[in-house]
């Protein structure tokens, strides 16, 4: 079964301080990307996706993600986070033609001011 | 209302009993999801009901947990003889009708503690 794997589960940075969190999916056919995002006490929304075309996705609120397929890395990153993207952000990922997402772990990332 | 919604928000039992979760998924959206997120542990997929399909049901950590949609749209989460590593939650998810991309739409979910 296929995986995704997040690292450094736990971040702490200060505000304006820039954003990589790294995501890898096992997983050799064609794919659907996620990232989602939950802010404390929120509930799960999607932040940006990927299907096909331009590997650069732009998200809202400034993130981006970039597809590299012979990495099978599917990463996030912001350049200059505020307070208020404190929160946990999980990668996803749907083989196509499979409806099921697998989900990573999350990155729990706290943004002192 | 414009979303999926859930119930309870909050559901506290003790070991042995059963319990029901609800979901109400967005009018329109063919596509259920239920999956379970324990603390540290990411989102695990439980079961998936597309239309008229059979569920794939391949998710369901035991016998003891089932899930049910009626007419197509609400679905309940069934739960029996609760144990306490049950404790999660619980987080209903549908997908827009005709969409091509796939984006799932959250609920808030159901915490659920078992004593």
Known sequence: AQSVSQHNHHVILSEAASLELGCNYSYGGTVNLFWYVQYPGQHLQLLLKYFSGDPLVKGIKGFEAEFIKSKFSFNLRKPSVQWSDTAEYFCAVMPYGNNRLAFGKGNQVVVIP | ?115
Do not use: M
């Not at chain 2, 979760?21 to 329109?28: F, K, N, V």
């Open chain 2, 1 to 115: 209302g414009a979303g999926v919604s859930q119930s309870p928000s909050n559901k506290v039992t003790e070991k042995g009993k059963d319990v029901e979760l609800r979901c109400d998924p967005i009018s329109g959206h063919t596509a259920l999801y239920w999956y379970r997120q324990s603390l540290g542990q990411g989102l695990e997929f439980l079961i998936y009901f597309q239309g008229n399909s059979a569920p794939d049901k391949s998710g369901l950590p035991s016998d003891r947990f089932s899930a049910e949609r009626t007419g197509g749209s609400v679905s309940t989460l069934t739960i029996q003889r609760t144990q306490q590593e049950d404790s999660a939650v619980y987080l209903c998810a549908n997908i827009l009708s005709g969409s091509s991309y796939n984006e799932q739409f959250f609920g808030p979910g159901t915490r659920l503690t078992v004593l």
